[in-house]
């Protein structure tokens, strides 16, 4: 019973909080530049209530690093590199009021 219960809870907050269990745990507080040179995407880790330390995530053919986003090199590299975010599709506000101005102009 006391395995059934243990289980039941961790399927419930994977389901919950998808990326808690995805966090950096440690960081790395040098990296070498050749390492950035074959980065293919990064994200940033953020610490809130999820994750409990702030990170740079960097992604190596399929592997993951974290370094810290204090390392000099890093901050350099990130404004070079801005492009290398996966961007998230925007519905937003923007979108919405193109389209109130198109149905604007279809019926004048």
């Known amino acids: ?9 961790v399927i419930t907050l994977l389901a919950l909080f998808p990326g808690a269990f995805n966090c950096c745990t440690e960081i790395s507080d040098e990296i070498p530049g050749r390492i950035l040179q074959r980065v293919e995407r990064f994200d940033i880790q953020k610490a ?5 330390l702030e990170a740079v995530i960097l992604y190596i053919e399929g ?20 492009h290398k ?7 937003g506000r923007k ?3 193109m389209k109130t101005i198109r149905k604007k102009e279809k019926k004048q």
């Open 95 to 97: 979108q919405r009021k």
């Open 85 to 91: 975010i996966p961007r998230k599709k925007s519905h």
């Open 63 to 82: 592997r993951k690093f974290c370094v810290s986003p204090r390392i000099r090199k890093v901050k350099k590299w990130m404004k070079k590199n801005k």
């Open 48 to 52: 809130d209530g999820l994750c409990h």
């Open 1 to 9: 019973l006391h395995i059934y219960l243990v289980s039941n809870t």
